[in-house]
């Protein structure tokens, strides 16, 4: 269906659709900048803090989170950040080279003696290297070994742990804890 409206002296005859898609594109270019994209990080940051990406919440309640211009100033004076910034636009913004803030603790929050500048890539694989977990009563050092031990890669860990099971909750066979 046509919307068929009168905008700044044009007649705009686009579908909700269309409009929605050039929102989009929009969108996208203003995150492909390095003012939006550090928009929607620190963003991103927030709402595991908050609860709002309530998947993960259990493993970021209660955090410390900067505020929003201690993180922007923080990131701007990086040299770390303007590299791989400049790596992930050369990439074609390939999403395993974006910069990612990586918590050194992850007992702890975004915090600047906790934070640093990663890719993606690492950031999302740093998980299973630094966490301890404990799966159907054996403790193990990293998900790595205890998937090897149950039989996977240790992704099945890892998707339980984050996605699946809170302290305390079992699903199936499977009870993942974090262990301090």
């Excluded at 099945?156 to 993942?176: A, C, P, Q």
């Amino acid at each position: 269906m046509k919307v068929n409206q009168w905008v700044n002296g044009v007649w705009d005859e686009y579908t909700k659709e269309e409009k929605a898609a050039a929102r989009r594109i929009a969108d996208q270019k203003y995150e492909n900048t390095e003012k939006g994209f550090l928009m929607r990080l620190y963003r991103n940051m927030q709402s595991r803090v908050t609860g709002v990406q309530k998947l993960k919440f259990h493993l970021y309640e209660g955090k410390e989170l900067l505020g929003r211009e201690e993180f922007y100033k923080w990131a701007k004076s990086s040299e770390d950040f303007k590299k791989l910034f400049i790596e992930y636009v050369a990439s074609g913004y390939e999403r395993k080279l974006a910069p990612s803030v990586d918590r050194e603790n992850p007992e702890l929050g975004y915090t600047l003696d906790n934070i640093r500048w990663v890719t993606s890539s690492v950031n999302s694989g740093s998980t299973s290297a630094n966490v301890k977990v404990r799966v159907n009563g054996v403790e193990f050092p990293t998900m790595k070994l205890a998937g090897e031990y149950f039989g996977t890669d240790g992704s099945i860990i890892k998707y339980y742990l984050t996605h699946r099971v809170r302290e305390g909750n079992k699903f199936g066979f499977w009870e993942v804890v974090r262990v301090n």
